[in-house]
């Protein structure tokens, strides 16, 4: 859920409020105006203009110049989750105004407040902000608040409080309600191995005309390749029409695939669709769900040359808490292009053993990456270019 936390502007939300009355009210019979524009407004909705001037004497001097503000250009904070990272750390993941982190000096502390009505344990943030520079209005703030001690170890339960501010001085902020946690909810044994899944999936926004067959086809390659201890996090920024939908749905049922539904993320102009925000919310959400957590694109397919397998990799990774892969073109020889052949008849067979050519748009069918006995008929029926 994305939240938006106004700033305590009451004059702007006071006149807000008024314009959405408005539009659902018809004026006082008593009410009256000379401009059509505003006839159909009731006498109580005053715009911020004129509460400024009835508020505002004129100067003196008429050499003396105001400035009149008229409302926010973005938002100090707009939070998208909280999570616990282990006993003593939490990460909130959001938004904020870009020129603010880029210009001034916005910070941020945490606060645990228990419910069992003891004093609160407070600690100073730190913030990170992992979209290298690429925010456009909005940049992406992960702020961590790390405790002495495990906050609530009694298992009360309790809430944390962000508390962000405007600008250097502390006599402006916001208090934002971040995470609860029910009594008797916090459990240790979820933030140390065994986890649930061996390989996790966090894919960035999907947003555009996706195909339907190339997400079917993606996503049983990359199901056979992590194998049947892996899960799956898609994110729908717009992306997932009925037809992505349907084709992923009985992943769904299946429980190997989960999607977010993360349409609201539009009204904040960020990078990409908000791609560094979400995949820095995929990462803490499911931070201990898994060993090994993957992010590449659906029109990247992920390929281990000289019959390496996944495990034989990771383990020589075993001490690194990460690594990149190389990224490499496919080469449009392996692709199948005759667009007039039909090939869907082998592809309940085969999805499971091949990739899909990113060369030519996604447009072609890669070889199979192991021969079995219908590699044979494969090749009998279509030759490559």
Not at 12 to 21: E, F, G, K, P, Y
Not at 238 to 248: D, F, I, Q, R, Y
Not at 325 to 348: F, G, K, T
Not at 363 to 372: A, D, E, R, T, Y
Request: aromatic residues 14%; contains cysteine; glycine residues 6%.
């Amino acid at each position: 859920m994305v939240i938006w936390n106004l700033q305590p502007y009451y004059q702007n939300i006071l006149s807000a409020t008024a314009r959405c009355s408005a539009s659902n009210s018809s004026p006082p019979p008593s009410s009256s105006s000379s401009s059509s524009s505003s006839s159909s407004l009731p006498i109580t909705a005053t715009s911020l203009a004129e509460n400024k001037k009835l508020l505002t004497p004129k100067p003196a001097d008429p050499n003396k110049r105001l400035f009149y503000a008229y409302g926010n250009a973005a938002a100090l904070f707009v939070q998208m989750g909280a999570y616990r990272g282990g006993s003593r750390t939490f990460a909130v993941v959001g938004l904020a105004s870009k020129p603010l982190h880029v210009y001034g000096h916005p910070w941020y502390k945490c606060e645990w407040i228990s419910n069992n009505g003891s004093s609160s344990i407070r600690s100073k943030a730190y913030k990170m902000l992992p979209d290298w520079g690429y925010g456009r209005v909005y940049t992406v703030v992960v702020v961590n608040c790390t405790f002495g001690v495990n906050p609530n170890q009694d298992n009360a339960g309790g809430k944390l409080i962000l508390y962000a501010y405007y600008g250097e001085s502390p006599k402006r902020y916001e208090k934002i309600t971040a995470l609860e946690e029910e009594p008797g909810s916090y459990d240790e044994t979820k933030y140390r191995p065994p986890y649930q899944y061996e390989y996790l999936y966090c894919g960035s926004s999907l947003y555009g005309n996706l195909s339907a067959a190339r997400m079917r086809e993606w996503m049983s390659y990359h199901a056979w390749f992590f194998g049947p201890s892996s899960h799956f996090v898609f994110h729908d920024a717009g992306g997932v029409s009925a037809e992505v939908k349907a084709a992923l749905e009985p992943w769904v049922q299946a429980g190997r695939v989960t999607v977010q539904e993360i349409r609201a993320q539009a009204e904040y102009d960020g990078y990409y669709y908000n791609q560094f925000l979400i995949v820095n919310d995929c990462l803490h959400r499911y931070r201990h769900a898994a060993n090994w957590t993957f992010y590449f694109d659906v029109d990247e397919y992920i390929y281990l040359p000289d019959g390496n397998s996944l495990e034989s990799v990771l383990k020589e990774f075993s001490n690194n808490t990460q690594f990149t892969i190389e990224q490499n073109a496919m080469s449009s020889v392996l692709c199948l292009n005759d667009s007039s052949r039909d090939y869907s008849r082998y592809l309940p067979t085969i999805l499971s053993l091949l990739s899909v050519c990113i060369n030519q748009g996604l447009s072609s069918l890669i070889l199979p990456l192991l021969v079995l006995d219908i590699y044979n008929d494969f090749l009998t029926d279509f030759s490559f270019q």
